[in-house]
């Protein structure tokens, strides 16, 4: 059993979340985490990651770091197939990044992603995430027979996201992907920045007592910190209203080409980079400038929703030209903002993906930065017209013209 050295206790409005955690991971949690409070009757509080990129603004080698210093904690003697999951909307770079660096030990790793962005391919199967702001999760097959056998076939399934505050999703996921054909699962490999769960059983779910026969397989958890918490109410808390952002349809506006980077089965995540760059070079262009023009200028590099693996890629492209660089994203989370939490301002604006659902970016304001490039996966004129106040904003959309 792991012994918690250290406790701490976050007051929010509607309650008190009190953390116990261990000290001798390499990461302090005051270098992982901050808090926030959610517009979610379902669940009040958010840990905030410093090291994700999605709600603070980071610098790509720290993120690079986390999800490194993540990959080397899982062992080199797993059964092959193998596939990577990553939790949209949050953690779909950080599984990419995991599974990048897994591939110097094994290259025939797949990622496949969850996605709340209904895709023109065949559905493999839906989870739910049930304190989620949108709670369900589809996830697709490939169009590849050969690929999709191997995901089918996978002896290991390593799943990462951001946090895991009760286990809950990591064993919704292997019962879904088990239903839908995956049936030689032997292990599974809860891969976490942050792990709250140890004091919740993985594996409960699944065994014969539900009508399931999942009880072979093996879990294992790999983390950067881990601990428990708990949550109590405030007596006459105040009520909140959480805006509806739970779609999974489509949304009217296409998608360009940026290849495949999990939203499908696929072994190479970064082979739509070269459509963004082309993007931003014709942006760039527009503007009579090139990216010598970032030198030694404070940049931020906007992910959009899932869209971040790739704009992640390009932020570092730009870091080798000098350029100071920071990395954050839009989000279809809605966070409460106080001065004293981890996230202290926002914009509101209507997304672009014709949804007709509002977006988020926090604790950014564009005026502090020479240049923010704004990463869409639809054309550039998708964006809301928020966008276009300010003079220092660019907005890339992915390129197929070379």
């Given amino acids: 059993m792991t012994v918690m050295t250290e406790q701490k206790t976050i007051s929010l409005s509607r309650g008190e979340l009190t953390l116990r955690y261990q000290t001798s991971a390499d990461y302090q949690l005051d270098e992982l985490l901050g808090f926030a409070e959610r517009i979610n009757p379902k669940r009040a509080f958010l840990f905030v990651s410093k090291v994700l990129g999605r709600h603070i603004p980071v610098s790509p080698d720290k993120i690079r770091q986390a999800f490194t210093q993540l990959a080397t904690l899982i062992p080199d003697d797993l059964p092959e197939p193998i596939v990577v999951i990553g939790m949209a909307e949050t953690a779909v ?98 891969a976490t920045l942050v792990d709250w769960s140890l004091d919740k059983k993985l594996g409960k779910k699944l065994g014969k007592t539900d009508g399931n026969i999942f009880n072979d397989i093996v879990f294992f958890r790999h983390h950067l910190l881990a601990g428990d918490w708990t949550w109590t ?104 903002i106080h001065t004293d939490s981890a996230v202290t301002s926002v914009i509101k604006f209507f997304d672009h993906y014709g949804l007709g659902m509002t977006n988020f970016v926090y604790n950014v304001t564009p005026e502090a930065w020479d240049w923010v490039l704004l990463c869409v996966e639809t054309p550039q004129d998708s964006v809301d017209e928020i966008w276009q106040r300010f003079d220092n904003v660019m907005v890339i959309s992915p390129s197929s013209e070379i």
């Fill in 93 to 190: 770079g950080l599984s990419a990044g995991v599974h990048q660096v897994l591939q110097a030990r094994y290259p025939q790793a797949i990622l496949l992603n969850s996605t709340r962005h209904a895709q023109a391919a065949a559905l493999f199967a839906t989870f739910s995430e049930d304190h989620s702001h949108a709670s369900v999760h589809l996830i697709y097959q490939s169009d590849d027979s050969a690929l999709q056998a191997n995901v089918e076939n996978a002896k290991t399934l390593i799943m990462v996201d951001d946090e895991a505050s009760t286990g809950n999703t990591c064993q919704n996921v292997v019962n879904a992907l088990r239903q839908a054909g995956m049936s030689k699962l032997t292990q599974v490999h809860l």
């Fill in 233 to 336: 109410d405030r007596v006459n808390a105040p009520a909140v209203t959480m805006p509806n952002v739970s779609t999974t349809e489509a949304g009217s506006q296409p998608l360009l080409p940026t290849g495949n980077w999990g939203r499908q089965p696929t072994r190479d995540s970064t082979s739509g980079l070269d459509f963004l760059l082309r993007g931003l070079h014709h942006t760039l262009s527009q503007r009579q400038l090139t990216l010598a023009s970032f030198a030694y200028q404070k940049i931020l590099v906007l992910g959009s929703n899932e869209f971040v693996w790739l704009p992640l890629l390009l932020a570092e492209r730009l870091a080798q030209h000098q350029a100071d660089v920071k990395f954050s994203a839009l989000t279809r989370s809605p966070i409460a």
